[in-house]
């Protein structure tokens, strides 16, 4: 029987590493033989296929839980401060993960969305999740809706108001990590061995693992549409050149 879920959000005792949760936050145990689905992988965007509880809360609970996440009323949102938070505290991470450029932690700083990642509920609100740190991870937007889509969806229908155990994707990174993409726990790639709901055609290539770009590799991109350099030492020959010219048309 898994212990209730209770994930409490306390003070970090760090500002720098990868971005782990509290280590005495409630851990769900991994999934052995339970595959409710017929799921015929146990590993999905590198988030390994974990058994929780699923329970539904009261409509007025999850609007509520809604709101805080969000802001309503004047009040800041969970949402906002776990971006501070990443910013804050993990800016180098976002960088060598994701490729974020100072402009787009900037944004964070500020309590602001990047374009193109979603913070995800690892257990969902509708699931009895709770806004809590520990809860959430930044993702690019792709591996989301597969998470949602492929995973969660075909375990939840008909469950109403009602609980059920069910395998979510699982981690306690708060930050999604490109490299460990779409691999079982025997490093054997997850092709697309299931009909997927989600078109990743949709979805910028930089969001699939061979081209999602480390922070030196987005610099070197960007390096193809900048400017030519000056070149001081041609500009200086080129100088020369010209006034020579001017001695002999004299």
């Given amino acids: ?132 740190f520990s809860n959430f991870i930044l993702t690019p937007l792709y591996p989301h809706d597969q998470w949602h889509h492929d995973v969660l969806d075909k375990q939840i229908q008909g469950i109403g108001n009602g609980s059920r155990k069910v395998l979510l994707p699982w981690t306690d990174s708060m930050i999604y990590d490109p490299k460990q993409y779409g691999f079982t726990k025997d490093n054997e790639k997850v092709l697309p061995n299931y009909t997927s709901r989600v078109n990743p055609n949709n979805y910028p290539k930089i969001y699939k693992v061979e081209h999602v770009a480390d922070a030196a590799a987005r610099k070197r991109e960007l390096a193809k549409f900048a400017p030519p350099p000056k070149d001081e030492s041609k500009k200086s020959v080129v100088m020369a050149s010209l006034a020579k010219q001017r001695k002999r048309d004299r």
């Fill in 1 to 132: 029987m898994l212990p209730e879920y209770n994930l409490v959000h306390a003070k970090r005792d760090r500002k720098k590493g990868k971005g782990k949760k509290n280590q005495n936050s409630f851990q769900p145990q991994a999934a052995s033989q339970y595959k409710p689905g017929n799921f015929s992988f146990d590993t999905i965007h590198g988030l390994k296929l974990t058994e929780v509880e699923y329970k539904v809360p009261s409509s007025e609970e999850r609007k509520a839980r809604r709101a805080e996440f969000q802001g309503a009323n004047g009040q800041e949102g969970i949402r906002s401060k776990f971006l501070k938070m990443l910013a804050n505290e993990h800016a180098q991470e976002l960088k060598d993960l994701l490729g974020m450029t100072d402009a787009e932690i900037a944004r964070m700083a500020e309590g602001k969305s990047v374009n193109g990642y979603n913070v995800h509920h690892k257990l969902p609100i509708h699931g009895g999740g709770k806004n809590e």
